[in-house]
């Protein structure tokens, strides 16, 4: 499908289908690329999230299925709002991505939250170009105002969420995380210092002084840091760690208290 630039029903609509001349260079030469352990979606730069497809460089994090629960936890909580589990503010809804990468959870909620003002953030110049270029190709950059700057620094306050799925593996943990992404992915975005916890326990405080009083952070963990993120939260309400498919600890969502 790369090679040729088709879709599958193509391949099985013509089976006696050759690669010829430059399609069968191109076929070889991703695959040494891939014998190499570069990502496919490297390779053909793609990949799909919530139902979009994202452009991906080496640039970004590769969007992966387990982040999609960072948008249903957020979904979740703006229909209890709409519901009168919680009151609904009378305002535009204010949320920002933090960490952005290729723009995959910002625009999966400008997509599912038409009324939102969405802000994305990120301190990599180059990933930030992905972003917006994702945010173009699916007709969204008038809906996400887009931020170089290391976390919060910077933007206003007022937010009713804060979302992130930040850099939270532990350096000591680097020989059990997949070879492919030690080598190929933006280590920044991966390793966020000794324990993991060194970048959430950053974002915490920024993040309570930029939301609203009942304002929500939402952050993608994992199993190893899920207990010291909860005590990072000890002062938060409504603290809750939701688990992915396979049962791993992989959302915690808080809500900073009205007083």
Known sequence: MFTLDCDRAYLYAHPEREL?????????????????GVPAQYITGHQEFWGMDFIVTPAVLIPRPETEH???????????????????????MRIVDVG??????ALALAKELPGAEIHASDVSAAALEIARA??????????????Q??????????????????????????????LEVRRFEPRS???????????????VPQARAAL?????????????????VQRLL????????????????????????HQ
């Open 234 to 257: 000890e002062s938060w309400e409504e603290v809750r760690t939701i688990s992915d498919l396979q049962s791993i600890p992989r959302v915690v969502r808080a809500r900073k208290p």
């Open 70 to 92: 960072v948008i249903e936890t957020v979904l979740a909580l703006t229909r209890l709002g709409r519901t009168g589990g919680q009151e609904c503010p009378p305002h535009t």
């Open 100 to 105: 952005t990468g290729s723009g995959c959870i």
């Open 134 to 147: 994702n945010a173009a190709r699916h007709g969204l950059e008038g809906r996400i105002e887009f931020h």
């Open 149 to 178: 700057t290391d976390l919060l620094a910077g933007l206003s306050s007022d937010f009713d969420f804060i979302v992130s799925n930040p850099p939270y593996v532990g350096e000591s943990e680097e020989d059990q995380v997949q």
């Open 189 to 203: 975005a991966v390793f966020a210092g000794a324990t993991g916890v060194e970048v959430i326990a950053r974002l």
């Open 212 to 228: 609203r009083p009942g304002g929500w952070l939402v952050l993608e963990i994992s199993g190893t840091i899920a207990s010291p």
């Open 20 to 36: 010829i001349g430059d399609e069968q260079s191109r076929y070889q030469a991703a695959l040494n690329e891939r014998a190499r």
